[in-house]
């Protein structure tokens, strides 16, 4: 089992920058693909951006390619979402999880908490 912990969210005003933080911890997970996930009020949970842990390639949901980048640091166990040019309805619970190392966007383990990110316009 993979416990995964989110931080990094808060209040930014449309056009400002946050970085978000996924620390796993448990089983090893460097051969997992990992996702970042978010949910906005009233909304279903909806795929965001996902790493395939062993090759590095990427997938971005259409509606932040070219203003969000998700990178990790093996060593540290850790993913990132850098998240640029935010919007108002980028508002959201954040979450990340372990995802299928063939589609990124099917998350396939536990949710934590998750982080919120509040964007004022």
């Known amino acids: 089992q993979v416990q995964l912990a989110e931080s990094g969210g808060g209040l930014v005003q449309a056009g400002g920058s946050l970085r978000l933080s996924c620390v796993a911890s448990?089983?090893?997970?460097?051969?997992?693909?990992m996702g970042w996930f978010r949910q906005a009020p009233g909304k279903e949970r909806e795929f965001v951006a996902g790493?395939?842990?062993?090759?590095?390639?990427?997938d971005y949901a259409d509606s932040v390619k070219g203003r969000f980048t998700i990178s990790r640091d093996n060593a540290k166990n850790t993913v990132y979402l850098q998240m640029n040019s935010l919007k108002p309805e980028d508002t959201a619970i954040y979450y990340c999880?372990?995802?299928?190392?063939?589609?990124?966007?099917?998350?396939?383990?536990?949710w934590g908490q998750g982080t919120q990110v509040t964007v004022s316009s």
């Open positions: 790493i395939n842990w062993s090759s590095g390639s990427t």
């Open positions: 448990g089983r090893t997970f460097t051969r997992y693909a």
């Open positions: 999880n372990v995802a299928s190392s063939v589609n990124v966007a099917r998350p396939i383990g536990s």
